[in-house]
């Protein structure tokens, strides 16, 4: 008699525990995000959810309620009934009422998950083991985003920082407000580009460009992390996505700046190569040629 009020002390406490913690930080319900695809998902989410919660109280609470109610204990006797078009037709209309209910958001979703028109800016992210590469196709702007994490903090020789494993050398900028088009591929093998926060999972296949987009709500710059959420390779889990989504201001001056480091770039290989002309085919020595010839 006394272990079960113990098991049920525990099991309050446990419960209690963890639901004073998801208030605190949300940490049992899925993210809100900060992009219409990614609030769409979110709102799916808990209508599916409150059905499915609508209909396991009501499944349950009435087979309870028949098990207590009508107990061979009670003195009740098994209904010896066979078939039945009427119940067999309702517990077939009402489940498919419930289901066309349940896809109309969520075809809906799914429609607006793949309208990648009318974009502002075209970004091709590139897969590679194992790390990524950003491609801003009408600005010029093409860079790679390897893992920041240093060894030590890997190898337990230093304590663990705070985005451990989820940052790198050079994110992902992108302005907020703005209809992003994003084109995704891998170079070797399936990676997937994933940002929770974007509501974006989306394959980068060899030989293949998928589309997806997002905008940005132009009220919340910020940084955003994601992971490649497909196994590829040993270092699969060392090629994480770091976003930063600035002002439009912010933004374009950040184009500005790696339009100038690209162009300064672009001279100093154009003098280099200029130079080892020079250097491989000298300007012929006339009068040289000339004594040779006397
Ligand atoms: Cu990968």
Redesign the pocket.
């Known amino acids: 008699m006394y272990r079960l009020p113990k098991l049920l002390r525990l099991v309050v406490a446990i419960f209690g525990m963890q639901a004073s913690t998801s208030y605190a930080s949300y940490t049992l319900n899925m993210a809100k995000g900060v992009t219409p695809v990614s609030q769409n998902i979110h709102e799916l989410h808990m209508i599916i959810l409150w059905v499915c919660v609508a209909i396991g109280v009501l499944v349950y609470g009435l087979m309870i309620y028949a098990i207590i109610r009508h107990r061979k204990a009670a003195g009740h006797q098994a209904a010896a009934f066979h078939e039945s078009t009427a119940v067999e037709i309702i517990w077939t209309i009402i489940p498919f009422i419930i289901l066309i209910v349940m896809a109309v958001p969520a075809t809906k979703t799914l429609i607006s998950m793949y309208d990648t028109s009318d974009a502002a800016l075209t970004v091709k992210i590139t897969?590679h083991q194992?790390y990524w590469e950003y491609d801003y196709v009408d600005d010029n702007i093409k860079f790679t985003s390897f893992l920041s994490t240093n060894n030590d903090e890997i190898n337990n020789k230093a304590p663990k920082g705070e985005h451990y494993l989820l940052e790198v050398d050079k994110p992902l900028v992108l302005p907020v407000g703005k209809k992003i088009r994003f084109l995704v591929t891998g170079k070797d093998v399936i990676?997937?580009w994933w940002v929770p926060s974007l509501g974006i999972k989306k394959d980068a296949i060899p030989g293949f460009i998928n589309e997806t987009w997002a905008l940005i709500d132009a009220d919340k710059p910020g940084v955003y992390r994601g992971q490649?959420a497909?196994l590829?390779g040993v270092k699969?889990g060392y090629?994480p996505i770091v976003v930063d989504a600035k002002s439009e201001e912010d933004f374009k001056a950040w184009v500005n700046e790696q339009r100038k480091a690209t162009n300064a770039a672009t001279n100093e290989t154009d003098k280099v190569e200029a130079s080892s002309d020079f250097a491989i085919m000298p300007p012929c020595d006339e009068s040289k040629d000339k004594a040779t010839l006397s």
């Open positions: 897969g194992w990676h997937s490649c497909e590829c699969h090629m």
